[in-house]
């Protein structure tokens, strides 16, 4: 059996709340969340770290000294929090244990940078993802010869965005060169140019009636239609599993870092609309 340990930002929130049954579910007694760390107890009222650990039996470690060297694998969550990753997964990061680090997976491309070298300094294996990545629909999609692609979901900009960017670099890689604001206040929307002169929109409607959906384009004038993504949550916590297990890293920090490079001139784009911002 492997002991999973938790570094979050604080405890109570929706994925440290469902990770450990959905694990479970998938791993039997192969993988347990045994160990729990927190910075502060939850800002929005909900339950203390000690609540949390003794709601999901689990044991709380006071540092994340601790709870690295107690731990086989290591889950660092903080994802509506993506502020903290530089400094949570510093010590999880040097130390060879297999990390999977939950999204948004930093504020900056700098800091993203920042975050892999460290791992790839000390050889750890590691990955961060939109659960988007493991969509049924996305398993034998056609990756060459993608020109467009028009991508639609729910949710704000902060948070949901990387939902939407993690199929778009699968399909175009990462070469992402600028990125343009062309939607509104109330339903952001970004051009994003690749290399060799190819597209993709991305388009954001907060309002949960919205599915995540692609419209993809080829050169050689074939198109594939996703109307609704499925099973991407199911299928993510399938593949953390078996990355603890194996060892097999489940994505590219190359694609990694573009995406969150995509992600914060996006943000500086939307100040300024209709207008190019480079990547």
């Not at 994802?79 to 060879?96: C, F, I, M, V, Y």
């Not at 939950?102 to 659960?131: G, L, R």
């Not at 398993?139 to 949901?160: A, C, H, L, M």
Request: charged share 25%; proline share 4%.
């Amino acid at each position: 059996m492997k002991k999973i340990g938790f570094i979050d930002h604080y405890l109570d929130e929706w994925h440290a709340n469902n990770y450990p049954d959905m694990i479970k579910k998938v791993a039997g007694d192969e993988l347990v969340v045994a160990y729990a760390y927190a910075e502060i107890n939850s800002p929005k009222g909900g339950m203390t770290t000690d609540q949390w650990c003794e709601k999901f039996g689990v044991q709380r470690i006071n540092t994340i000294e601790e709870l690295v060297e107690k731990s086989d694998c290591l889950i660092v969550l903080s994802p509506d929090n993506p502020e903290r990753h530089l400094d949570l997964t510093r010590l999880p990061l040097a130390s060879g244990k297999c990390t999977y680090v939950d999204k948004t997976f930093a504020t900056t491309k700098a800091i993203a940078e920042e975050i892999v070298a460290n791992a790839e300094k000390h050889n750890t294996p590691f990955f961060s993802t939109s659960a988007l990545r493991f969509a049924n629909e996305m398993k034998n999609i056609r990756k060459d010869g993608v020109t467009f692609i028009n991508s639609k979901g729910p949710g704000v900009f902060e948070i949901y965005t990387i939902h939407q960017l993690e199929p778009i670099v699968m399909l175009m890689g990462s070469q992402a060169e600028r990125v343009m604001a062309i939607g509104s206040k109330e339903a952001p929307a970004l051009l994003i140019e690749f290399a060799g002169n190819r597209r993709a929109v991305l388009s954001l409607f907060n309002d949960w009636r919205v599915s995540f959906g692609l419209n993809i384009a080829y050169d050689d004038g074939k198109f594939e239609v996703i109307g609704d993504m499925t099973s991407y949550f199911d299928n993510f916590i399938v593949e953390m599993c078996d990355f603890f297990k194996t060892g097999n890293v489940k994505a590219d920090p190359k694609e990694t870092i573009a995406i969150m490079g995509i992600i914060e001139s996006g943000a500086k784009a939307m100040k300024k609309p209709l207008e190019w911002v480079n990547i």
